[in-house]
């Protein structure tokens, strides 16, 4: 049974790109989170969906957006992507609303 | 959200018995609290998750007294590969939950 999946493991863009990670949740999980991590610091939750829906969404720009499948995997999206925005992103998912968390091995974004 | 507190680091030694704790004074009734662990450029891995009283698994023991304002994590006979950062996270089920700093724990030979 694979664990939660993310893609791609290592990404390098330039200020003002965009950029787009993927999530696979763990089979039999429906609900999905992304979480930003800064070096040395505890993850942020950016926002969850469920049901295909943005559920919960934490103090993030606009410039995070993300979308979720009928098959329940998920895309993070960062548009005008800045120095800061370079971090481990996470991804986390759970069976249902109100289940434990498993976290993904996370995506690590330089932004140079 | 409730708030936790917990040491910033710890250091202890192979086979002896960590505990770490985590105070969370204004934990709601609705609230679980759930430990993760967390090495260098991983995920959080959940570790333990309880209510009240004492929860035990093959991995970690957590003792919740009975006012719930605060938590302990208990770690039996640590060895090297236990090096990481813990979180402790205060938060109902249904609800996203929002990490803190964690506790660096360095486990010396």
């Known amino acids: 049974d694979a664990g939660v999946t993310q893609s791609p493991t290592h990404l390098i863009k330039t200020r003002g790109q965009q950029v787009t990670l993927r999530c696979s949740p763990k089979s039999g999980h429906d609900t999905v989170s992304w979480y930003q991590q800064a070096l040395g610091q505890g993850p942020q939750f950016i926002f969850q969906?469920?049901?295909?829906?943005?559920?919960q969404r934490g103090n993030f720009p606009d410039r995070f957006s993300g979308h979720q499948f009928p098959n329940y995997s998920s895309e993070l999206n960062v548009n005008a992507l800045l120095l800061g925005d370079s971090a481990l992103y996470l991804c986390?998912?759970?069976?249902?609303?109100?289940?434990?968390?498993?976290f993904g091995p996370g995506t690590r974004l330089t932004v140079l | 959200l409730a708030k936790t507190t917990q040491p910033i680091s710890m250091d202890s030694y192979e086979g002896q018995e960590v505990n770490i704790t985590c105070s969370h004074n204004n934990i709601a009734t609705n609230d679980y609290i759930t430990w993760y662990q967390q090495f260098p450029s991983q995920g959080p891995r959940f570790i333990i998750q309880?209510?009240?009283t004492k929860v035990t698994n093959e991995v970690a023991s957590l003792f919740i007294p009975a006012d719930r304002k605060s938590s302990t994590l208990s770690l039996p006979r640590v060895s090297l590969s236990d090096t990481a950062v813990y979180y402790c996270?205060?938060?109902?089920?249904?609800?996203?939950?929002?990490f803190g700093k964690g506790t660096r724990l360095h486990i010396l030979p």
């Open positions: 986390a998912s759970r069976r249902d609303h109100t289940d434990t968390q498993y």
């Open positions: 309880g209510y009240k």
């Open positions: 969906y469920y049901e295909e829906e943005e559920r």
């Open positions: 996270l205060v938060a109902p089920r249904d609800d996203k939950i929002i």
